[in-house]
């Protein structure tokens, strides 16, 4: 650092003494003591050291022997020349000067060792040593004069001049161990510029002896305008502390010190201000001849020369400024401050495009930053922006494969598998291709395009066999082909990934994955032994309890309970999915109500609402638990079960068991009611009334058909009164069994609520508007509409009650202000059943009930790409449901509607194709196909098939007399008129035809062709 050489200009004391020029004239030589004296005294009134040299030389000369009592003057006369050879090397810059002054205030030590201008000399030595180089023995000089006794002679001002001199001193050794002391006392000036001073020492100091933690104190103290804040190594040594304290991952204080350095830019702007105006400055002080102009020229020339020599320094300083940027951005990165890394980076990359070697890295971490955001179009911006540089290269792999991960993300899936297959195409060998195969694999699945995948990876498997990729192309091959049931080849390409590659990350999936395809392809037995397998040989393996799930459903399959039983058990302690957790809980339910276990069956489900409360499918549960107690003979515990269900879980709209059990309540009441009702009023009329009782008892015919005219009754009663010949032949003589039955009847009648269901539903309604309740009491008012007995038959809803209403509520929704006919309600039917579809997508029930609302909705307003989307949504969301069906027709039916017949006609062959919907459908879509044709006018083509759906399921007789009156037609068309004749002659003379809706229109038909 550089620092500020300040001459100490001293006078005599009072009374200077004014000099003749004549006088000054003469030599010094020639003059008398007292004229000497005089010619002295008046230079150094004048501050005219340098002028004096001669007489102060003639002085000390005269006076070097003098008696004790007059060596005074000596005293001061060697003072007062060591500064007149300081003002000559400042006039010259000759160091001669510096050593002739040493010398003299060298000669002042020796000869006035405790003289009482010691404090002064040193301080001018410290300058002379200073001048030369000699830091250690200037820092010696300044301590001694500044230390007690000698520091009590200066006045403050020379005191602080002093102290300033002795740390820029120490600060340029760098001896931090004496100089700290000197340092916090500088800090303690009332000067801003010292304080500044002290503060980049001290800073230097603790960077420089790990002590960090007390440089955050500093920092108020370096935000001046002082030069000493300006000093390039200080600046250079705030950022090599920074660097150190990151090291450390010491973050938050390493960003303070990198905020604190100043760039190149600014330390050049800065010191050449500063020579700029400091030469200015001299310019205005040379037009005056004071002495405090003087004084104060002396002061801006050290000035000058200071910030002159730091412009020198900065020449031949490389701009840190980008690296100091880059220090600050990776400080952002490392302290989670993503947004301000990731602007940081990419101020980088655009204002230094011209730093070759750099920029490459600035865009690179500008583009991780941005995907770590989540910053799509800015990450993928700035990869496509590396990516069409072909000179760069450095990180072209990782952006590469991090862009095929940012399109996956933004599912911009089509994209991202042309970008995989062409990087993979460029180099097959490339070490990232696995990555790549990994996103591609996913992609696949996600737009379920299992066949194009797995010709894909079939294709890299028989060209490139040797690659790094080939386990992951084995692996997401298998995947596809188990989703387009080609369980074979899933089996063998699975098993490749078990047999070839051990150490690879599929390994254990594959393995896994043999089992499901051999279970999905019926091969129960095989796929048992590799699940058990499997379970051996990874038992913590995550998978393990999806593995148990497999292993029940076999067991079960197979009617082996205890297994089926132990496997479903053992799925919660192998996984904390709920989705496979609750796959074995009603599963095993189902087991204990299938082998008649009823009492196991309710603790079960009690033993998991207690477990899992709200986290699993509670109300779900609580449904299935109902009807435990139902089999167990208890319906009021039913009842009372649902009730309080209904009213502690019906506000929360995810609770989609409450839906089962608000429609369960009143059909359950009805039923058990009527049961009770009937039950004893049978009993009574049998008890009392010996006809009635001898004429049933008499003939179980007669027995048999009053139990089918009235099947409400009780059916444990049937049986005993139908088959148990003990009970018959006891209640021949004694009737107390029956008045038991009845009694025992009696007491559950009056258990059941007393309050019919759509009035508690009244009630519960009442209260949960009151409450603020908004799902639940739309949920209410469903059901009582449903009742017949709605609270507000013409109520218009909201979109508010659009965001509260569960899934189930919202398509009752949909279908209430869809009957209203009303274009301007059309939008909030639409919003109904799009809420259900995309945010309610567990709710399978109801995503099933809005997907074919919607598909109608759709096709009514000749929407019919929309309607077979739904359609299409519906049939492969649900494919075990039975409404699979019904989607795939309206499918074919929204085509052939759009005139899309050959699609249409696809669809229903695919439902020909379909072993699993063989009966009705079949004859619904052999006649559509025939419809296609027809309004094609391929005639014989669709005669074919009308014909066929006649002969072929003539029991569905809609059908048949549909395909039998469109034949008719279709050969009129054809030109066979008596061949239709023939046709509806047939169609009319069948049994039965008489009844379905197009008999009338086939009379018609045949009438006009008479």
Known sequence: MGWVRRMWLVGVGCGLIAVSP????????????????????????????????????????????????????????????????????????????????????????????????????????????RGLAQWESAVADLTVALSPPLD??????????????????????????????????LLASPDPERQTLAAAALTEAYIETGQYDQIATLLPYLTGDSPSRYDVRFNLKLLEGGDKLTELERYLEASLLFYMTLTTDELQAYWAGRVA??????????????????????????????????????????????????????????????????????????????????????????????????????????????????????????????????LLRSEQYERLLAFCIRYIERDPADDYNPQLIYYMGATYLKLEQYAEGADQFR??????????????????????????????????????????????????????????????????????????????????????????????????????????????????KFTDEMGFINHAVFQLGKLFEANGWFSRMEKHYRRYQET???????????????????????????????????????????????????????????EFKTRYDVTIAFLDAFIRDEAFRAELMGDRRVLYDYFGDHPAIDNDLQELLLRDED?????????????????????????????????????????????????????????????????????????????????????WIADRLASYDNIALKPLVRKSLNQVI??????????LQALMTAGEIEAQEGNFEMAFQHFNQAQERFPARSEAVRAAMRQGDVLMEAGRYEEAIGRYEKILRTRSWRGESWAEAQYKIGMCFFRRDLYSEAHGYFERTFLAFAQYREWAAKAYLRDAETLLRLGARADAENTLKEALNTPGYEETQVYGELEQLHSSLM
């Open 22 to 129: 004549g006088l000054r004239g003469q030599s010094s030589h020639q003059m008398g003591t007292r004229q000497l004296r005089e010619a002295a005294e008046g230079f150094i009134g004048e501050g005219r050291f340098e002028a004096g040299i001669p007489y102060f030389e003639e002085l000390v000369r005269r006076f070097e022997h003098a008696p004790d009592a007059e060596r005074q003057v000596l005293e001061g006369m060697l003072v007062f020349l060591g500064v007149g050879y300081m003002q000559q090397y400042g006039a010259g810059r000759e160091v001669t000067y510096l050593e002739r002054a040493m010398e003299v205030f060298n000669r002042y030590e020796s000869m006035f060792p405790s003289g009482a201008r010691r404090h002064l000399m040193l301080g001018f030595r410290a300058d002379c040593k």
């Open 152 to 185: 009590m002679r200066f006045t403050e001002k020379q005191r602080q001049d002093s102290l300033e001199k002795l740390v820029q001193t120490i600060y340029i050794i760098r001896n931090w161990e004496i100089g700290v002391p000197w340092f916090l006392k």
């Open 277 to 406: 105006r400091i030469e200015n400055q001299l310019r205005v002080i040379a037009l005056s001849n004071t002495q405090s102009a003087q004084e104060r020229k002396g002061e801006l020339e050290v000035d000058l020369i200071n910030a002159e020599q730091q412009v020198e320094v900065l020449e031949g300083v490389q701009s840190y400024t980008p690296e100091l940027e880059w220090r600050k951005a990776s400080n952002f990165k490392n302290t989670d401050r993503n947004w301000e890394a990731y602007w940081a980076f990419y101020r980088l990359a655009e204002d230094y495009p011209d730093r070759v070697d750099q920029v490459e890295d600035y865009y690179y971490a500008a583009f991780v930053q941005a995907d770590l955001l989540n910053e799509i179009p800015k990450a993928e911006a700035l990869a496509n922006l590396y990516l069409d540089r072909e000179d760069w290269t450095r990180y072209r792999r990782e952006i590469s494969v991090t862009l095929a991960g940012l």
């Open 459 to 572: 294709a890299y498997i028989e060209n490139h066999p040797d690659t790094p990729m080939m386990d992951g192309a084995y692996y997401w091959g298998g995947l596809c082909r188990l989703f387009t049931e080609d369980y074979e080849e899933a089996i063998d390409l699975f098993s490749a990934v078990k047999d070839r590659y051990p150490q690879s990350p599929y390994h254990e999936d594959a393995q896994f994955r043999i089992g499901v395809a051999l279970f999905a392809d019926d091969g129960f037995a095989e796929a048992e032994a590799v699940f058990a397998e499997f379970a051996k040989k990874y038992p913590e393996s995550i998978l393990r309890g999806e593995g148990e799930v497999f292993l029940g459903d076999i067991a079960s399959a197979g009617a082996r309970v205890r297994k089926a039983i132990e496997h479903y058990e053992n799925v919660a």
């Open 612 to 670: 899992y409360g709200e986290k699993g499918q509670l109300t779900a549960a609580i449904f299935e638990q109902g009807r435990a107690f139902e089999l167990m003979g208890n319906p009021a515990q039913m009842l009372e079960a649902y009730y309080d269900a209904v009213v502690n879980y019906g506000d929360i709209p995810t609770a989609y068991g409450i839906d089962q059990i608000l429609f369960a309540y009143p059909e359950k009441y009805s």
């Open 727 to 811: 009970f018959r032949a006891q209640v021949a003589t004694d009737l107390a069994a029956l008045e038991e039955y009845r009694d025992r009847v009696t007491a559950q009648l009056n258990l059941l609520p007393v309050k019919t269901p759509a009035a508690a539903y009244k009630a519960a309604y009442a209260a949960a508007e009151a409450e603020g309740r908004r799902t639940l009491a739309l949920r209410l008012h469903m059901v009582l509409d449903s009742l017949g007995d709605p609270v507000n038959p013409t109520e218009l809803f909201t979109e508010k009650d659009i965001e509260l209403a569960s899934p189930r509520t919202l398509v």
């Open 838 to 847: 995309e945010e309610y997508s567990d709710a399978e029930e109801a995503v």
